[in-house]
Every structure is written in structure tokens, then in C-alpha cells.
């Protein structure tokens, strides 16, 4: 059984990704935790600030986000009668990112699932801001879904490996999963800084072709791209339904972002995009 954290501010973005997630694990056993964050300092003053959390204040913040996710959970054991779901409502009174960890640690979820939007600014445009400190801040798999995009089977993933960092399998199972179930086809993209190929390269091919045999998978490489322009190239060019990626907090995400303003804002997420930690 797979436990799924899905983070909702009750906008349409947030409900589309937890539609996505409906429709990504039908026919699986699935816990779905629907997490509603408040943020204390949008509704209270200094003084409230201090007063105790028990307060009529804080009762009613929370009450109303607890109304707005039963009825959210109702409207989902309607829609999806015949799964084999269960869901439960978690309400927060916190920093976005330490609910997210609380919730990670007590209900041993194995996947995030949100959506992009929300960024002001251009280094954010992929991922939108709180789906963006997520992965800074958590050592979990995160989906992450675009703005307004509707689920289709993921026919072909596309893997990308920067070219600083080795290929592992180590917190891999996310992509594997997605693969094994809809008998995906893989294409594996190497960003490179120049055409040497280096011992450890030809050791990762060797290392993937047995590790991804039985799988329909082709290798790729592109010179001197930033990986984010890169990225969005190939799923036009080879009609990707979702892209894949490991990071590891902070080296790879500068690296992915590095480049023009253009091409970073040009980017945006066109498809999924599971980030998986190593």
C-alpha cells in the first residue's frame, strides 16, 4: 500500500493535482493524506500571535479548513467509488515546509503530489514557490503537476542525469513504479558539457543498459544546453508524458536553473516532473 501526501490550499491548482493523483494510482491500495497548511501570520496580529492555540481565533482558522477537506474527501469517495482508497484530513497550524516534514515522519508517506504554480519569480517558474522549497528542504519524491494539465498515461518518461552526477538506484523506485505500470517507454538524457567520454559515463551506460533490461529504453546526450532548456526540448521533440530526475538538495538544482532568464522562464513544466532523492 502506498501512502500519498497531497498538500492542498484548496485552489484549482492544488485540486488538479489531487485529481491527477486519483487517476495516476487507480487500481492500487492507497492511503491518501490531504494536507491543508495555515499560515499563522496571515490571520493574526502579535498579540494573537502570543495567544495560546486553543483561542477562538485559531479554532475558527482551523475549522474551516477541516469543513473544507471533509467536504473535498466526500467529493472524492463519489467520484472514485470503486478504488481502493482510503483518505484521511490533516490540518496545520505551521511553516509550510516542517508540516510537510511532520506529516512525511508520522504517516511514512511515500510520494508528494502537488502542483507548480505560484512563483513570482523567474528561478521558481518550474516548480512554483512551496512546491519548490519542498524539494530543497525534504529528502522525499516529489510529483509535481502543471497548472490546469489533465492525467494521461505516461506512454514515455524521459530520465534526465546532469552531467556532474553518476546514475543510482538508490531512491529510484518512484520512476520504476510509473514504468511498471504503464509499461512505459524510457529515454535516458545525458546533459554534457562537451563530447568527452569519460570512464564513469561508459560505466553508467553499461551500468543502466542491465539495470533498465526488459525495459524499452534509448540513450540520449546533448552538449553544452542548460539542463532545463534541454529538458523542455525533448518533450516536444519526442512527445515526453513525463520527465524524471534525481537532485541532491542544492548542487543539481542550481545547475538545473542555470542559463538565461529566457530559458528559465521559457521552461515552465510542460509535464509531470517526479524529483526523486538519492
Known sequence: MKNILLPTDFSDNAKNAILFAMEYFKNELCTFYLLNVQKASSYTTDDLMAAPANTSVHQSVLSEAKRKLKTMIEDLKLQYPNQAYSYHAITDYDIFTDAIRQAIASKNID??????????????????????????????????????????????VLFTI?????????????????????????????????????????????????????????????????????????????????TAMFVKRETFLERFFKGSETSKISYGTRVPLLIMHS
Open 162 to 242: 546532469d552531467y556532474r552526477d553518476r546514475f543510482i538506484t538508490t531512491g529510484i523506485e518512484p520512476l520504476m513504479d510509473t514504468i511498471t505500470k504503464y509499461k512505459s517507454s524510457l529515454r535516458i538524457l545525458k546533459v554534457k558539457e562537451d563530447e568527452t567520454v569519460t570512464v564513469a559515463e561508459f560505466d553508467d551506460k553499461k551500468h543502466m543498459k542491465e539495470f533498465f533490461k526488459g525495459i524499452n529504453h534509448t540513450f540520449h546526450s546533448i552538449i553544452n544546453v542548460p539542463t532545463a532548456l534541454a529538458i523542455n526540448s525533448f518533450v516536444q521533440i519526442m512527445d515526453v508524458d513525463m
Open 111 to 156: 510520494l508528494i503530489v502537488m502542483g507548480t504554480n505560484g512563483a513570482t519569480s523567474a528561478s521558481e517558474v518550474v516548480f512554483g514557490s512551496n512546491t519548490l522549497n519542498v524539494i530543497r528542504k525534504i529528502d522525499c519524491p516529489v510529483l509535481a503537476i502543471p497548472q490546469g494539465y489533465h492525467f494521461k498515461k505516461p506512454k514515455i
